[in-house]
């Protein structure tokens, strides 16, 4: 299994990037989807969540109303829109799948499966 992000990159704050979330050799259509990032010196933390039909939602509360989290389950493919960013918002961008919905959106970060990051850095 492998999960591939993309789409990082330099950005002004109040800016926009697009995360980009490949897999494959994975039923992606049966797992729900996660975005999670990792500030220097910080704990990995939760971002947002998209269950495996795409109709349900999670966001981390401070980027609710600027982040919006999508799939493409013909495409193997999940997205992080991010609007409005902010330097608070830098950080290295990983996206995981994991079949319970309740670790997705827990504290735990012991996940079925894990990309490799992206770095996002949001210039003042």
């Known amino acids: 299994v492998q999960l591939q992000a993309s789409g990082g990159g330099l950005v002004q704050a109040g800016g926009s990037l697009r995360l980009s979330c490949a897999a494959s050799?994975?039923?992606?259509?049966?797992?729900?989807m996660g975005w999670f990032r990792q500030a220097p010196g910080k704990e990995r933390e939760f971002v947002a969540a998209i269950g495996w039909s795409g109709r349900r939602m999670k966001y981390e509360d401070s980027v609710k109303g600027r982040f919006t989290i999508s799939r493409d389950n013909a495409k193997d493919t999940m997205y992080l829109q991010m609007n409005s960013l902010k330097p608070e918002d830098t950080a290295v961008y990983y996206c995981a799948a994991d079949r319970a919905w309740s670790r997705m959106t827990g504290e735990e970060l012991n996940l079925d499966y894990w990309g490799q990051g992206t770095q996002v850095t949001v210039s003042s």
């Open positions: 050799e994975l039923t992606f259509s049966t797992y729900n």
